[in-house]
């Protein structure tokens, strides 16, 4: 890349959720849903005297992507870490349950997903994972016709139950910032040990969970650069794709006989873990 | 019950409620599989069990772990694929799962793959016109009852005070949100979603019926057909259902509220 193309290139991952759903959508074609002048608040955030944001943090348009009808919901990593509440997370799914009615009625509106969440609000705990949990249905239902695109940018990256509506999606995209994996480094240390998980160790955690670790082993379908253009490219063309079932999601056969292949009590490094993605599960005996 | 009395609640539950039939052979210990009958009709039973011998450190004390995960959802797609020219059966995950797997390992082999599976598999199950049943009758935390029962089309629990549901156990999400874990039991008193307790679960709308028992810990007798008659009700209560509408009522107000709001402006 020259010093001119690097210097025009716009960052995806330095912009908010409404300026990264603005970039992915056809000039002129995006309307947002339960906009910000609609006051939809966490009910749950005040009663605990913490700010709440006027959109509670999730931004929902419909418009078009190259022609195709798309309805894009986008979790604002810069609101409380891109957490789940009550209100965000029924936006999202609300938004999943109308395109899969549309869907089922043979008017196919593909869902674009900006994942930057750290999962549960657990200032509404149990709301937020209801909705997460009817999230995950929406998603399920929907593969069957449409694509569901995911896209993990960071800075936040992706995690709880949010990263299993990630491994949930027909297409998932993601950059190298991203990170992606079920529970947050903190957490982990929290409850195994900091011999187990080092939270600050953040060369580990990106060589584990980093886009381009999930990448290299499938976990991620689409590597991308931090490049606001690229990332609509990527994001038009798996919209165009037809509905699929991942191997991601569907291949139970291949993940048991992975795993029956690993040490479970082996430390955990990068290129061990590619090599068990990538040794064949069928033709190798002495794998 | 006999020498071989299961180590955990959710493993007590499974084995009285097959009447202590075998499970299924060629599956993990930590995932017991059992073909029982639920209202006179074949059923299948799905429990997560600790298993201190198991080859993940992580995933020895009923966790929900890679293995597990993928085995769920090999559970699940199995009975699909043997019913799918008959009658469906309907699907009991007998629900008692402390959390998802900690680890670097889990981490680093996509435990969320492996969670998002089991779901998938749920979900399709529950689509494909498999009454799914959820049955807590002891923990169920975060992702492990997002992998194990909540893509259920009814969820039913014991009214018990070891009966728990929640996003994260108090000491992670303490550190967290920054505040002490007595802080957390102290939110956990007057915000309802923030609570533990299943009588809060069931205030939020999610649950189709709380069950009084005499003993939680000990499934016998009474319990057991007290059980036996809410898993057959819900059974029947799913008739053509085949989403999670159920679930959302006056207990989730703004929930109810977005949805309402976003129909509205759905259609330009």
């Given at each position: ?209 980093g886009g381009e670790q999930r990448r290299a082993t499938g976990l991620v379908d689409t590597l991308c650069a931090d490049d606001a253009q690229a990332i ?13 079932d991942p191997a991601r999601v569907a291949d139970v056969d291949a993940a048991l006989a992975r795993l029956a292949r690993i040490d479970g009590d082996r ?21 | ?8 609640r959710g493993g007590r539950w499974l084995a009285a409620l097959t009447d202590e039939a075998p499970a299924l052979p060629g599956y993990p210990d930590s ?238």
């Open positions: 890349m020259d010093t001119a193309t690097l210097i025009a290139r716009e960052s995806f991952v330095e912009r908010g959720a409404r300026e990264r759903v603005a970039g992915l959508l056809d000039a002129g074609t995006m309307r947002e849903l339960l906009d910000p002048f609609e006051r939809l608040r966490s009910p749950w955030l005040a009663e605990q005297d913490i700010v709440t944001q006027a959109d509670d943090g999730v931004v929902i348009a419909r418009g078009a992507i190259a022609g195709t009808a798309v309805v894009c919901c986008a979790v604002e990593p810069a609101f409380q870490g891109g957490a789940i509440g009550e209100v965000g997370g029924a936006k999202i799914a609300g938004a999943l349950e109308l395109a899969l009615e549309d869907a089922e009625a043979g008017r196919p509106v593909v869902p674009v997903l900006l994942l930057e969440t750290g999962g549960v609000r657990l200032q509404e705990a149990n709301c937020g994972l209801a909705a997460i949990a009817e999230i995950h249905a929406a998603i399920a239902a929907l593969r069957a016709h449409v694509p569901v695109v995911g896209v993990v940018a960071g800075p936040v990256g992706c995690f709880g139950g949010m990263s299993i509506a990630a491994g949930l999606c027909s297409q998932l995209i993601a950059t190298r910032e991203a990170r992606l994996g079920l529970n947050g480094p903190q957490v982990i240390e929290q409850e195994a040990g900091v011999d187990e998980f080092d939270s600050r160790d953040r060369p580990m955690i990106w060589s584990l969970t609509a490219a990527e994001v038009a063309a798996a919209v165009a794709a037809g509905p699929e430390r955990a490094e990068a290129d061990w873990v590619r090599d068990a993605f990538q040794t064949p599960t069928d033709d190798r005996s002495d794998a | 019950m006999t020498a071989t009395t299961p180590s955990s995932v017991r599989v059992v073909d029982g009958e639920l209202d006179g009709a074949p059923a299948r039973y799905i429990a997560v069990v600790p298993d201190p011998a198991s080859d993940f450190p992580r995933a020895r004390g009923g966790e929900v772990g890679l293995v597990e995960g993928w085995t769920l959802a090999r559970a699940v797609r199995e009975t699909m694929t043997a019913d799918v020219d008959g009658p469906r059966r309907p699907i009991v995950a007998v629900i008692d799962v402390p959390s998802q797997a900690y680890g670097r390992t889990e981490e680093a082999f996509g435990i969320h793959q492996a969670l998002a599976a089991a779901a998938d598999a749920y979900a399709a199950a529950r689509r494909a016109e498999h009454p799914v049943i959820g049955l807590i009758v002891g923990k169920a935390m975060s992702g492990a009852f997002l992998a194990h029962g909540y893509q259920a089309n009814r969820l039913i629990a014991l009214d018990d005070a070891a009966v728990e549901v929640h996003a994260m156990g108090k000491q992670a999400a303490a550190r967290i949100t920054q505040r002490t874990v007595e802080g957390v039991e102290a939110l956990a008193r007057t915000i309802t979603p923030m609570a533990y307790d299943i009588r809060s679960f069931q205030r939020l709308g999610l649950l189709h019926r709380l069950l009084s028992v005499a003993d939680a810990d000990s499934p016998a007798g009474p319990d057991v057909a007290a059980v036996r008659d809410a898993l057959t009700e819900a059974c029947r209560d799913i008739g053509d259902s085949r989403d999670l509408g159920a679930r959302l009522g006056e207990g989730r107000a703004a929930s109810l509220a977005v949805r309402r709001r976003l129909r509205a402006q759905w259609q330009s």
